[in-house]
């Protein structure tokens, strides 16, 4: 089982060649905006589970009664 999962592990060669690859591609004065869009991304993704979060839960309760 192992042995299949071994291509999938990342170690610090790999991380240092990504970051290489993604500062050639975009550039060190772009990275900071797509670094604020990516965080500002996902807190509108936690809000909104959060938000959804208990109105799921009452459709469940409905469908029970």
Known sequence: M?????P???GAPQIIL????VLLLFGGRK???LMR???????EFKDASKDDA???K???DKKRL
């Open 58 to 60: 009452t459709e469940e």
């Open 18 to 21: 990504i970051v290489i690859v």
């Open 54 to 56: 208990p109105s799921a």
């Open 2 to 6: 192992s042995a299949v999962l071994l």
């Open 31 to 33: 990275i900071p905006e």
């Open 37 to 43: 869009g990516l965080g500002s991304g996902i807190k």
């Open 8 to 10: 999938l592990q990342i």
